[in-house]
Every structure is written in structure tokens, then in C-alpha cells.
């Protein structure tokens, strides 16, 4: 019966057409997103299907994008950035969708508008990590518990609040790793309403 109950998926290719896929919680399996570059004119686009409807919190779960040969590079190298974690490729595109605005969440509210990242962002924010003595497996855990992470400013996000942890509250090294890992959405904290709240919370240090 659960053979019947999900279709295979199917990539289909049009010119002129969005790349469209539904897309689902993080932590729900889904089937492979294919995303390839064309090789056919310069205007090509290519049409996805998922084979399973994601779950969302969102008035309009399926969402589309149109990639074109640049696109898919792009995310293609992002990929690549994420694979010395040992995710799958539905796992990547979990990740690069969330982060990215691709996939709608929570997270970003209505802010976050969608968009292609490119691999000098999402390095620059591994490699940043990394700094804060944060092993490949611990990077591994974060990622899976806050994509939204690599979508963040490294700037004015990452490292300003790695800066009032350090210096506001005393937190550095191993301490410093320890709090990343049980709450890394702080990392993307740009607000602190001081108890008077402006419907921001999901960013807000009122909740550190």
C-alpha cells in the first residue's frame, strides 16, 4: 500500500519553464531535488516535480524557481561546499532551500525573499565557524538544527552576536561551542525588544 501511496519522481525539461519542487520540514525525508545544468540555449529553464508534497508552514506550499545555467552552477557549488558533511543531496538542498529563501521558514517570517546563494557566502560562514572551534561534526549538528545559519549576515549577525557573547556575557571557547551547539539560532539575532515585544521573537535576544 505505501508503494502506491508515492509516485516516482520525474524531471521533466521545457524551455522557458521554472524549476518548480514542493518542499518540506527539515526533518522530513524527501525524494532527490535534481537540479542539472542545460546545455540547450541560453534561455533554457527546467521543470521539477517532487514526487512528494513537503510540509510547510505556508498558505502556498509548492514554490518555484527558475534556474538558468548560471543558477544551477551556482547551486551545484554550493553543494559541493556542504559534502565534506556527509549529507545527502536532498539533505543539501534542505539546507541551501531553508537558508536561502527557496524553502519557506518560520525562521525568516515574510523578510527572507528568495535567492541564489553563492559558495564564496556559504565558505565564508563554514570557515567562520570553524574559527569558533567548531568541528566538522559539530558543524554537521548545527546545520541540521539551524540551515538558516548560512542564509545569516557573517557581518552584522554572526560575528557582532559572537561578540556580545564574548563580551557581554563572559562566553568564550569551549563554553562559547557549547551554547552555539544547544542554540544556534543566536547566531541570527538582530533584534532585542528588552521585553516589550515587536513580533520578531524567532531573532530576538529576549529569548537567549
Known amino acids: 500500500m505505501l508503494a502506491k501511496a508515492l509516485p516516482s519522481p520525474f524531471l521533466t525539461f521545457h524551455h522557458g519553464s521554472p524549476l518548480r519542487f514542493s518542499s518540506a520540514d527539515l526533518a522530513q525525508p524527501v525524494h532527490r531535488l535534481n537540479i542539472f545544468p542545460l546545455k540547450s540555449t541560453q534561455n533554457s529553464r527546467v521543470s521539477y516535480l517532487s514526487s512528494k508534497q513537503w510540509e510547510l ?93 548560512l542564509g545569516c549576515s557573517l557581518e552584522n549577525e554572526l560575528k557582532n552576536n559572537v561578540q556580545i557573547l564574548e563580551q557581554q556575557w563572559g562566553i568564550t571557547g569551549k563554553p562559547l561551542r557549547n551554547v552555539l551547539l544547544r542554540n544556534p539560532k543566536l547566531l541570527g539575532y538582530n533584534v532585542d525588544c528588552k521585553g516589550d515585544c515587536i513580533a520578531q521573537c524567532t531573532r530576538c535576544w529576549a529569548r537567549f
Open 57 to 149: 508552514q505556508s498558505t502556498s506550499p509548492e514554490l518555484n524557481i527558475t534556474l538558468d545555467d548560471d543558477d544551477t552552477e551556482k547551486w551545484a557549488a554550493c553543494r559541493e561546499c556542504l559534502s565534506t558533511f556527509g549529507f545527502s543531496q536532498e539533505e543539501q538542498d534542505k539546507i541551501l532551500g531553508k537558508a536561502f529563501g527557496q524553502v519557506r521558514s518560520p525562521y525568516w517570517g515574510e523578510e527572507r525573499k528568495p535567492e541564489i546563494p553563492n559558495h564564496e557566502t556559504v565558505n565564508g560562514i563554514l570557515d567562520y565557524l570553524r574559527h569558533l572551534s567548531l568541528s566538522d561534526d559539530d558543524l554537521s549538528k548545527l546545520l541540521k538544527k539551524f540551515p538558516e545559519v
